[in-house]
């Protein structure tokens, strides 16, 4: 077959140290699967080596999502490159913006007023849910539930709903920004929100309904795709995939941001370390994000959204039009941006994926010098291969989706 | 545990120098300190999770030009600790960590594909990210930022010659 451009050559001498001796005199057989392929819930290349049906080795080959995303932000300033980080896990991306925020406001030594900060806990959480309905809408199609994919995406669409409610966005939000949140929210959020807080329980007792004693289900989930607490937490596995193997380990916990200190909340874990176990522990999760946002609800504090230093925050729209200060600020926030001290730090938040941590090395300047994203994707990506060993790639595709990979996290 | 008896400790034993930033401790290492004192850190202090592995490149300086950077964490105690180690700019070479901690890997490939720091004795040192074929490590400040022009109906012709198929 003749294409137009030539076809990089392929050939087994560079892959022999990845796969078995088998598989070079022609005993097993090599399959490349994806990377459009609809169970690797994005661009994800697998190799596998195939012994009949079962697997004997899997090679994940990533890259194919990458967008350049940490030296683009290098030439940009502080606040236009915030947008990017929304387009890096574009299923969470309040938890990005806030990541991101928190690693700057930590440099700048800002003061985030206590409503921000209680409005920043319930659009984190809520963020949490719709991408968990994600992972349970796409994980159960994987093994063959098509109605959970429907009734998921119907319940999300009502968190969008509130996303586009407070920020005018669905998906790509920006609405976290250093200092605090962009605007108040509407008069119509308090509404909304509790109109989920009402909802949304029953409709996750109705997906309990139908999965968590579906004998199908329990079938193609149960012991499948195990891996130890140690061997999670050596291959550097975070967020539910971590904790359904048993260590609690929750950042809003054991690191608190944002005041999470002051909700009453659990860390569901599991002890199975199977793709079963990640699921109940992502459901659970789901309740206890509604939980913390029942509390932040009630408790929301009155008073400003966003902290009073003009040098970094914008000043109201209201005060350009009188004040020659406001102007000034405005103006060299908008053309040059703010300064941010010399120095490095790494700040992690609890994504729904796991730790995702931000690293930025500043020279002193209004753009980062250099910003690392560890994403907790290509961290939960990397031990795929320990825990498919020896299983039939039917198996293979519900582990997929029990790790919850999102590709733009993984490629950044 | 308390964090200062770490740091001693690791300064006694590996002339790390500590230093403070926005409240996190960093420590500053010699590369071939690396792996010993990450095993020690791992074995004796129960940082048993590495969270992260990137490098920052201070180019035009050489020496150091590059720092690597390793972020660690222990669960037992709800420590964060983060590792510098200096590298000299002319064929960077640094030690592998997949022995100590198997996630080191990826983030070792991603060390190579980006910046080009050689890693000593890894087990499978490809690009990552990048394609098998690229020229250049993205993430070196002497590589440009480049751009690729929006493909329209109106310029269709003309983009489509610069690229590889284009000659053809």
Request: glycine share 6%; with cysteine.
């Amino acid at each position: 077959m003749s294409t137009p451009y030539p076809l990089p050559e392929v050939n087994l001498e560079q892959i022999k140290h990845l796969i078995s001796q088998r598989a070079l005199d022609g005993e097993t057989v090599l399959l490349n699967m994806g990377p459009q392929h609809p169970s690797t819930h994005g661009v994800l290349r697998l190799l596998l080596e195939l012994d009949g049906e079962s697997i004997v080795t899997c090679v994940p080959d990533i890259g194919f999502l990458h967008t350049g995303v940490e030296k683009n932000m290098e030439a940009k300033t502080y606040l236009q490159a915030e947008v990017m980080s929304d387009r890096l896990d574009y299923l969470n991306t309040v938890g990005n913006n806030l990541a991101y925020c928190l690693t700057i406001e930590k440099m700048l030594d800002l003061d985030v007023p206590p409503r921000a900060q209680a409005l920043r806990v319930i659009l984190a959480e809520l963020q949490r849910i719709a991408s968990h309905l994600i992972w349970i809408a796409t994980a159960s199609l994987d093994v063959a539930a098509m109605s959970m994919f429907l009734y998921a995406f119907r319940e999300r669409e009502i968190i969008l709903d509130v996303l586009e409610l407070v920020s005018g966005q669905r998906m790509m939000t920006t609405y976290i920004r250093p200092g605090g949140v962009w605007r108040d929210v509407p008069v119509e959020f308090d509404a909304a929100v509790r109109n989920i807080l009402d909802t949304f329980p029953k409709r996750i007792d109705e997906y309990e309904d139908l999965l968590t004693r579906n004998p199908l289900f329990l079938d193609r989930t149960m012991g499948i795709g195990k891996i130890s607490a140690e061997e999670a937490i050596q291959w550097g596995m975070s967020g539910a995939s971590l904790r359904g193997s048993g260590p609690d380990w929750d950042l809003r916990k054991k690191h608190p941001y944002s005041g999470y200190e002051q909700y009453d909340f659990e860390v569901p874990t599991d002890d199975k370390g199977d793709v079963y176990s990640r699921y109940l522990v992502r459901v659970k999760e789901m309740r206890e994000s509604l939980k913390i946002i029942q509390q932040a609800l009630d408790t929301l504090p009155m008073g400003l959204v966003r902290s009073n230093n003009r040098k970094i925050v914008p000043p109201p729209r209201s005060e350009i039009g009188t004040s020659m200060e406001a102007l000034i600020h405005h103006f060299k926030l908008w053309t040059d941006g703010f300064d941010v001290p010399k120095g490095s730090v790494y700040a992690a938040v609890e994504s729904p994926r796991g730790e995702l941590g931000v690293f930025i090395e500043s020279d002193g300047g209004p753009k980062p010098y250099r910003i690392h994203w560890r994403t907790p994707s290509y961290n939960n990506l990397e031990a795929l291969p320990v825990m498919t060993e020896g299983l039939l790639i039917a198996d293979l595709v519900a582990i997929i989706g029990s790790i919850d990979i999102v590709l733009g996290d993984v490629d950044r | 545990m308390k964090l200062e008896t770490i740091i001693q400790s690791l300064e006694k034993d590996f002339g790390a120098v500590a230093k403070e930033t926005f409240g996190e401790v960093e420590l500053t290492l010699a590369p071939e300190n690396l792996v010993s004192a990450s095993q020690k850190l791992r074995d004796e202090f129960d940082f048993a999770f590495l969270s992260t592995i990137s490098a920052v490149d201070y180019f035009p300086e050489d020496a150091p030009r590059y720092h690597v950077i390793y972020v660690l964490r222990s669960f037992s105690e709800s420590l964060q600790l983060t590792l510098r180690v200096p590298l000299a700019g002319n064929a960077p070479l640094i030690p592998t960590l997949t022995k100590v901690y198997k996630n080191a890997n990826w983030r070792e490939r991603e060390l190579w594909d980006m910046f080009g720091i050689k890693v000593e004795g890894h087990p499978d040192l490809r690009r990552i990210l990048m394609p098998d074929d690229w020229e250049g490590h993205p993430l070196r400040k002497d590589y440009p930022l480049g751009y690729e022009e929006p493909q329209f109906s109106f310029n269709y012709k003309e983009i489509d010659l610069s690229k590889p198929h284009g000659e053809l």
